[in-house]
């Protein structure tokens, strides 16, 4: 009984990938006084929303390969030897033949994830460590008692109090007119509702690879794809859907980048900066972290010795002349164009096994920027969002080549086009069903667009405070908005007369900008109204914390934040060694 109260009882809200990472963490740990309870609102532990039928249909493929995914108990490679053949014949896989280079199917993954979670609670259960799982299981709030430092999760069958919980719900595509307007779609999951006859243009906001999966979807309801003898792909309209078409609304008007090799596959890098000299560099800055200082250190210089040419090139330039010297090129050319050259470039990348550094180190610099952006002033996260992340956004998205085979046959057939749009662009939803689109083309005329059809695809939305779905830790001031401070108040005042909603005044005189979700801390504790952090709550949801997290990079970003989170549980354990 003595041991039973000894042992540390941690809830994990959410079973998909960032559920997996922690539990996983937790189970390698060491400690056995655990009792773990994960509460999972499907059938399946392990997929989450993007690899399962909740993200994802037959056709979609991961960004990533084999060689790219972070350690968790066996490789893919190995797990194809032992998976079930109908699934690796429903996929077209020969486990004689598996090349941890390519993607694969995102379904298929998902029963990876899931089997890589079995294995984990085998591994659990020889530790001693109890584990319990509530399947079909929607929390629905968290209730947190300050007295005696405990956390209740509260569900459809009652209320379970623990010593901690982490808050890994996943993805969430909130419906505005979905189902209230017809032919307005809020995102393309699950991708199952797209699967219908359109005999008319579509329109998709967006390019990204949410984007790609919806068009994935919509042509082959709509048509079908053949290869020709050459290895090309051709796509033919079905006879019933001649006027079918998809037009995708940019900002940019531009796609995104094809996956090339990585060399650093797991986005990290032995040249990034440390905790101890971020913590330096704002001692002499008065808090603030530079985000000039950051792009430096952690893009800029590690091309001194890997690519000196490349180094000398942009070695004297600030972040804007970078994106606009990186950002010519892609305006300059057609987007298909640039999409065909890219995808030679990175099948030789590819079958090379050679990267195209500057691509990767774009996204290792995203990845290192990420954790310590809540240190930035707001005005260098409105440059982040603003300069640095359209050019982050496009390059890093890793488009695998499968997809822009048939994009490009969807352009060569006619049934797909890109247009670019002014930021100020607006959706207007009629009330007979579809929607106008209205925008300032590239020669600033006022262009009006009446579609039968509206996908959104500008990806995971970053929630705000007022949606975050605990409603209790909320009224209990257990959670506060995220913020970032001005470093010049005449920056901010300038932003107040222009009538942004966003600026506040603070008690000492000093401004701060409002950014999406709520704050947290380095270790993802949630931060109360009164700024204390929380030690028995952690936040791995990457909806409501993209303020302070403005780029989080899939597992990368589930590795690295479970990390994180355990060594803080077991910070006391790891001071008394």
Not at 217 to 238: H, V
Request: contains cysteine; glycine residues 6%.
């Amino acid at each position: 009984m003595q041991q039973d109260k000894m042992k540390k009882k941690i809830a994990i809200l959410g079973g998909g990938p960032s559920g997996l990472f922690l539990y996983k963490r937790l189970v390698e740990y060491g400690s056995t006084d655990l009792e773990v309870t994960i509460f999972e609102k499907k059938s399946m532990l392990g997929a989450g929303m993007p690899y399962s039928s909740e993200g994802a249909n037959d056709e979609h493929v991961t960004n990533v390969s084999d060689n790219e995914i972070p350690d968790i108990v066996t490789s893919i490679e190995e797990w194809i030897k032992t998976a079930p053949s109908d699934l690796l014949e429903k996929f077209d896989i020969n486990s004689g033949h598996f090349n941890e280079y390519k993607v694969l199917p995102r379904i298929l993954f998902g029963h990876y994830l899931s089997s890589q979670f079995e294995l984990l609670q085998q591994i659990a259960a020889v530790k001693g460590i109890t584990t319990t799982i509530h399947y079909d299981t929607n929390v629905t709030d968290i209730i947190y008692k300050q007295e005696d430092q405990k956390v209740c999760v509260a569900t459809a069958a009652g209320m379970e109090e623990f010593d901690y919980a982490v808050i890994c719900t996943g993805h969430n595509w909130p419906k505005k007119y979905e189902g209230k307007v017809k032919g307005y779609f809020d995102s393309p999951y699950p991708p199952s509702k797209l699967t219908t006859k359109l005999n008319h243009a579509v329109a998709i906001r967006g390019s990204s690879l949410t984007a790609i999966d919806a068009i994935r979807t919509l042509a082959r309801c709509n048509g079908k794809f053949i290869k020709e003898n050459d290895g090309k792909l051709r796509f033919e309209k079905a006879e019933d859907c001649p006027d079918f078409k998809m037009v995708i609304h940019s900002r940019s008007g531009m796609l995104p980048a094809v996956r090339f090799h990585l060399e650093d596959s797991h986005l990290s890098h032995d040249s990034l900066l440390t905790r101890e000299e971020i913590d330096e560099h704002r001692k002499g800055n008065n808090g603030f972290l530079s985000l000039d200082f950051v792009f430096k250190r952690n893009f800029t210089e590690i091309f001194r010795t890997k690519d000196p040419d490349f180094y000398n090139r942009i070695k004297d330039l600030s972040i804007e002349e970078f994106v606009e010297e990186m950002m010519e090129l892609r305006e300059r050319l057609d987007p298909f164009q640039l999409l065909k050259a890219e995808y030679a470039q990175a099948e030789k990348s590819i079958k090379r096994q050679e990267s195209i550094y500057w691509k990767e180190m774009l996204a290792v610099l995203s990845f290192a920027m990420n954790h310590p952006a809540k240190y930035l002033s707001a005005e260098d996260m409105q440059r982040l969002q603003k300069v640095l992340m359209p050019l982050i956004s496009i390059v890093i998205a890793f488009v695998p080549q499968k997809s822009c085979g048939e994009l490009l046959a969807l352009h060569h057939a006619g049934v797909l086009d890109i247009t670019a749009v002014n930021q100020d662009s607006t959706v207007e939803p009629q009330h007979g069903g579809g929607i106008l689109y209205k925008y300032l083309d590239e020669n600033q005329n006022q262009k009006e667009t009446y579609y039968n059809t509206f996908v959104d695809c500008i990806g995971q939305p970053h929630l705000s405070y007022e949606d975050f779905p605990f409603k209790t830790l909320l009224l209990q001031k257990a959670v506060s908005p995220a913020a970032l401070k001005f470093k010049s108040n005449e920056a901010a005042e300038t932003i107040l007369e222009n009538g942004s909603t966003l600026v506040e005044k603070n008690a000492d005189g000093s401004y701060s900008l409002q950014v999406s979700g709520i704050a947290i801390n380095d270790n993802f504790q949630i931060i109360d109204q009164y700024g204390s952090y929380n030690e028995n709550i952690y936040i791995m949801a990457v909806p409501y914390i993209g303020g302070f997290n403005p780029d989080y990079s899939g597992l990368d970003f589930c590795e690295a934040a479970s990390l994180k989170i355990v060594e803080d549980i077991f910070k006391e354990e790891l001071f008394e060694l």
